[in-house]
């Protein structure tokens, strides 16, 4: 691949314009300093602020990673919901270990997050799911996700015979193969971009049920 395509290294005065980001707080939460950054990112980020790459592994240790949306900050976790057989799904139930990655562009913030992952309740399944809107829990409902697929076209026609039984009513069941995942973190990194790559780095470590211990990181 030609190095032409991609964007040129900042000159130093392209660095000195930008001038320097505030320096991330010293704190002892991590979840308030999270949201106070989504919220940021909400407010500049053109769509999907609770976009995040999620890595698993598959049963040979080979690391996979996709974008997913986090749809739940409760519990002390990070939730998400999936086709509970996808790739994702398998993946994690043979290794209910991973790591996300949170990348604001806008706000030139990340936040990575590593943790175990475990099944939310179907309850909690349920009331997600019931807020989705009709034609997407159809989809879903239609949906091998991850499989192989004939063509596009079987996939429209399962979709079609979806709708035909449930129309786009409230009562659109999830289907068994539906589910979420939290990931419960034992480590948060919050970093944010300085000008000539002097950047800020804030690790979290979990030392018990109670309380995080901090870190500065070298950029």
């Not at 043979?94 to 604001?104: E, K, N, S, T, Y």
Request: with cysteine; net charge neutral; glycine share 6%.
């Amino acid at each position: 691949m030609s190095s032409s395509i991609l964007p040129p290294t900042p000159s130093a005065a392209e660095y000195a314009a930008s001038g320097d980001r505030p320096l991330i707080p010293d704190t002892a939460d991590p979840f308030a300093l999270f949201e106070a950054w989504m919220a940021d990112a909400r407010a500049a980020e053109p769509n999907d602020a609770n976009a995040m790459s999620l890595a698993t592994v598959d049963g040979d240790g080979r690391p996979d990673v996709r974008i997913v949306l986090l749809k739940g900050l409760e519990g002390g976790g990070f939730t998400f919901f999936t086709n509970l057989e996808s790739a994702k799904g398998v993946q994690l139930a043979g290794q209910p270990q991973a790591a996300l990655c949170f990348h604001w562009k806008s706000v030139r913030r990340q936040v990575r997050i590593r943790g175990s992952v475990t099944r939310v309740t179907d309850a909690e399944a349920d009331a997600y799911f019931a807020t989705r809107a009709a034609q997407s829990r159809i989809s879903a409902i239609a949906s091998d996700q991850s499989r192989p697929m004939a063509s596009r076209a079987t996939y429209e026609q399962r979709v079609a015979e979806v709708s035909t039984i449930y129309g786009d009513g409230p009562d659109i069941p999830r289907p068994h193969f539906w589910g979420g995942y939290r990931l419960t973190p034992t480590e948060i990194e919050f970093w944010q971009d300085q000008a000539f790559r002097m950047h800020d780095r804030l690790k979290f470590c979990r030392k018990d049920s109670e309380g995080w211990a901090t870190v500065r990181l070298y950029p």
